[in-house]
C-alpha cells in the first residue's frame, strides 16, 4: 500500500512509519515540526520507499499519486502546561489539526478511496465517571474547559470522520488511544511516566502528587502500534480502544519503576496543586479490540521500562 | 455598531437583524441560503443600514471596513431527519459551519477586537442526566451519534472560542439556546411545536409519541432575542442559557395547543419508533442569565403561540 501518515515526525506516527516500512508499504510521511521532531525520523532518510512533506496539515495538502490509506496522527498531545509544544501553549493550533487537518484528509480519502485512520484518544472520555471505559461511554467533557481545546477537537475529528462514512461511504476508522510510552516520547510531556522515569535515571526522589492513589495503565508502544496496524487492515468502522489494562496507582507505578531502574532514593509526597486537573483514574476496556482485531498487549511494564531506558539515558546526556 | 450577523436569513438570525436594526445598529447579513430563506430578510431591501453578502461562512470571507461584533449563527439546526435542510441531511456542511465558520469569525473579531456572540445551543447537553441544566453541567453527548454532526459541531466551535479569548485575548461571549419558537422559524424543523402547531391549524388530531411524558419547555422567539442582545452588549464571557423554563410533557402542550387554536380533533397517540432518538427531557437553568443580563422570559406560551399562528396560517395557504 501507498500509506499517508500526517504527524510522521511525532512520537506514534514516527513508529507507525517504522512498522509500515517493514511490512513493504511506500509511506509518505508528513509533518510542521510544531511537537515532531526531526531526529524522529532522520534515520529513514536513505529508506527509498519513504518520502517526506513538510507540511501543515490544517492548511490545504496535497499528495501526488495514489495514497491507499491516510493515517492522521498530526495534534499537539501533550498535557503538560509548561511546555512549549503541549496543547495548552498550542491551543488553536491543537483546533486545527482537528477539525481542518481530518477534514482535508478525509477529503483526499474520499477522493482517492483510502482507508483512513483517525487517532483519537481516552481524553474524549474526560473525566470518566465509569471504570474500565468502553466504546460507548459517551464521557465527562467540559466543552469550556482549558483542557478541552484537546478533548474536543479529537471529539470532533471523530463525529466528522464518522460523518464521512456514513454520508460518504469513507472507509473510515477510529483508534482511541490510552496512554502509552516507549523511545522517542517526550520527556517534557508532563505525564506520570517519563516524569518519574526522568527522575529515577538522574537518581532523584521520586516526585508523587497527592497520595498517589490516582491510577494509570501504560501501553509499551510497540504493543499500541500492533494494534493500530491491525486496525488499519481489518474493515472496522467504529471506534476502537487501544492500551494497556494492567491498572496501577501512580505510587505503585513510582515504586515499580524505582525498582526497574535501581533508584535507591525513594519517593517524595507533594500537594497536588496543579490548576489543570489530570483524570484521577483512566482505563480502556479492550473487549473490542480483542473480538475484532485480536489484540491484546503482551509487553510487561518491567519489560517495556528496560526497552526505553536507553533512549530516555540518550536524551539525559547520561548515555 | 457595526454589526455582522452570519445565518441573517435564518429563523433566529433574521429576528436579530430586525431587532438590532431597530436599535439604530448598522447590520451586515450574511448567508448561503442552505437553509436560510430570503423571504426572511426580503422586508430588509430598502433598509439603508442594512446590508446582505451571499456566502459560505465556512469558506473564506472578507467583510470591508470595521466590525464591531459579531454574532455567529449560521448552521443547519433542524434535526428532521425528512428534512433537506435539517443537519441530517447536512451533516458536513453542519460540522463546517461549527470549526470553519466559527474559526473564520473568530479572525475578524481578533483582527478587528470586535465583540464575539456564538450561537450554541441546548444540544450540547445531549441527553442529559441533570435536570434542569445548568452551564457547568458537560453533556452526555456520543462523539459518533447520528446527532453528533451537530453536536459536536457547538461544542467544538464553544472550546474554539474560549480558546481565542484566553489566548487571544478576543472579547467573546456564548449563548446556549434552548427551544424556541415564533414566526419564521422552519415548519418542517421536525420538532414537536411546529409539527403541532400544524396539524392544530389544518383541523387535524395532534399526534403524540409514546405516552407523552417526554418534557419540552419553549421560549418565545421575541424573549429569546432579547436575552441575546442583553449578553451582546454585556462584558460576559461564559457560556449563558437563553431559554424558557416552564417545563410541560409534551401532552400537556398538545393539549394546549388545541386549546388556544380552538381544534377540535383531538390527539393520536403513536409508538415511538423514530430512530434518531430526541432526548426525553430538557430544561434549562437561567440562574446565570437572570443574575448577569438581568433576562427572564416574559411571554406565555398563550401569547405566544398567538403570535406565532398568522405566520403558520400563511404558511399552510390558510391566510
Same mark, same amino acid.
Given at each position: 500500500?501507498?500509506?499517508?501518515?500526517?504527524?510522521?515526525? /511525532?512520537?506514534?506516527?514516527?513508529?507507525?512509519?517504522?512498522?509500515?516500512?517493514?511490512?513493504?508499504?511506500?509511506?509518505? @510521511?508528513?509533518?510542521?515540526?510544531?511537537?515532531?521532531? &526531526?531526529?524522529?525520523?532522520?534515520?529513514?532518510?536513505?529508506?527509498?520507499?519513504?518520502?517526506?512533506?513538510?507540511? #501543515?496539515?490544517?492548511?490545504?495538502?496535497?499528495?501526488?499519486?495514489?495514497?491507499?490509506?491516510i493515517l492522521h496522527f498530526a495534534s499537539p498531545a501533550s498535557p503538560n502546561p509548561q511546555s512549549k509544544s503541549g496543547?495548552?501553549?498550542?491551543?488553536? *493550533?491543537?483546533?486545527?489539526?482537528?477539525?481542518?487537518?481530518?477534514?482535508?484528509?478525509?477529503?483526499?480519502?474520499?477522493?482517492?478511496?483510502?482507508?483512513?485512520?483517525?487517532?483519537?484518544?481516552?481524553?474524549?472520555?474526560?473525566? &470518566?465517571? $465509569?471504570?474500565?471505559?468502553?466504546?460507548?461511554?459517551?464521557?465527562?467533557?467540559?466543552?469550556?474547559?482549558?483542557?478541552?481545546?484537546?478533548?474536543?477537537?479529537?471529539?470532533?475529528?471523530? +463525529?466528522?470522520?464518522?460523518?464521512?462514512?456514513?454520508?460518504?461511504?469513507?472507509?473510515? +476508522?477510529? $483508534?482511541?488511544?490510552?496512554?502509552?510510552?516507549?523511545?522517542?516520547?517526550?520527556?517534557?510531556?508532563?505525564?506520570?511516566?517519563?516524569?518519574?522515569?526522568? !527522575?529515577?535515571?538522574?537518581?532523584?526522589?521520586?516526585?508523587?502528587? @497527592?497520595?498517589? @492513589? !490516582?491510577?494509570?495503565?501504560?501501553?509499551? $508502544?510497540?504493543?499500541?502500534?500492533?494494534?493500530? $496496524?491491525k486496525l488499519l487492515y481489518s474493515d472496522e468502522h467504529y471506534p476502537v480502544n487501544i492500551g494497556n489494562q494492567d491498572?496501577?496507582?501512580?505510587? !505503585?507505578?513510582?515504586?515499580?519503576?524505582?525498582?526497574?531502574? =535501581?533508584? *535507591?532514593? /525513594?519517593?517524595?509526597?507533594?500537594?497536588?496543586?496543579?490548576?489543570?486537573? #489530570?483524570? *484521577?483514574?483512566? *482505563?480502556?476496556?479492550?473487549?473490542?479490540?480483542?473480538?475484532?482485531?485480536?489484540?491484546?498487549?503482551?509487553? +510487561?511494564?518491567?519489560? /517495556?521500562?528496560?526497552?526505553?531506558?536507553?533512549?530516555?539515558?540518550?536524551?539525559? =546526556?547520561?548515555?
Amino acid at each position: 500500500m501507498r500509506i499517508l501518515i500526517t504527524g510522521a515526525a /511525532g512520537f506514534l506516527g514516527s513508529h507507525l512509519c517504522d512498522r509500515l516500512l517493514s511490512e513493504r508499504h511506500e509511506v509518505i @510521511g508528513m509533518d510542521n515540526f510544531i511537537t515532531g521532531s &526531526p531526529d524522529n525520523i532522520a534515520h529513514l532518510a536513505d529508506n527509498e520507499n519513504f518520502s517526506f512533506y513538510k507540511r #501543515d496539515v490544517s492548511n490545504y495538502i496535497f499528495v501526488p499519486g495514489k495514497v491507499d490509506a491516510i493515517l492522521h496522527f498530526a495534534s499537539p498531545a501533550s498535557p503538560n502546561p509548561q511546555s512549549k509544544s503541549g496543547y495548552f501553549n498550542l491551543p488553536i *493550533q491543537t483546533m486545527k489539526a482537528g477539525a481542518l487537518g481530518t477534514h482535508n484528509c478525509l477529503g483526499i480519502a474520499r477522493r482517492e478511496g483510502s482507508r483512513f485512520l483517525l487517532a483519537s484518544t481516552s481524553e474524549i472520555y474526560g473525566d &470518566p465517571e $465509569v471504570h474500565p471505559q468502553t466504546e460507548s461511554y459517551p464521557g465527562n467533557v467540559d466543552p469550556i474547559g482549558e483542557r478541552a481545546v484537546y478533548d474536543e477537537a479529537k471529539r470532533f475529528a471523530e +463525529s466528522l470522520t464518522m460523518a464521512y462514512h456514513r454520508f460518504h461511504g469513507v472507509n473510515t +476508522s477510529i $483508534v482511541r488511544i490510552f496512554n502509552t510510552y516507549g523511545p522517542r516520547m517526550d520527556l517534557e510531556d508532563g505525564r506520570a511516566l517519563p516524569n518519574l522515569l526522568k !527522575q529515577a535515571l538522574l537518581g532523584q526522589p521520586l516526585t508523587v502528587y @497527592g497520595d498517589g @492513589g !490516582q491510577t494509570r495503565s501504560f501501553c509499551y $508502544v510497540d504493543d499500541l502500534i500492533d494494534g493500530i $496496524v491491525k486496525l488499519l487492515y481489518s474493515d472496522e468502522h467504529y471506534p476502537v480502544n487501544i492500551g494497556n489494562q494492567d491498572e496501577m496507582t501512580i505510587l !505503585q507505578f513510582a515504586e515499580a519503576i524505582n525498582k526497574i531502574t =535501581g533508584n *535507591q532514593a /525513594g519517593i517524595t509526597f507533594m500537594e497536588d496543586a496543579r490548576s489543570t486537573r #489530570d483524570p *484521577q483514574r483512566r *482505563q480502556p476496556d479492550i473487549t473490542r479490540a480483542r473480538e475484532i482485531l485480536k489484540w491484546e498487549p503482551k509487553v +510487561s511494564l518491567e519489560e /517495556g521500562i528496560k526497552r526505553t531506558v536507553p533512549f530516555f539515558k540518550q536524551k539525559l =546526556g547520561l548515555a
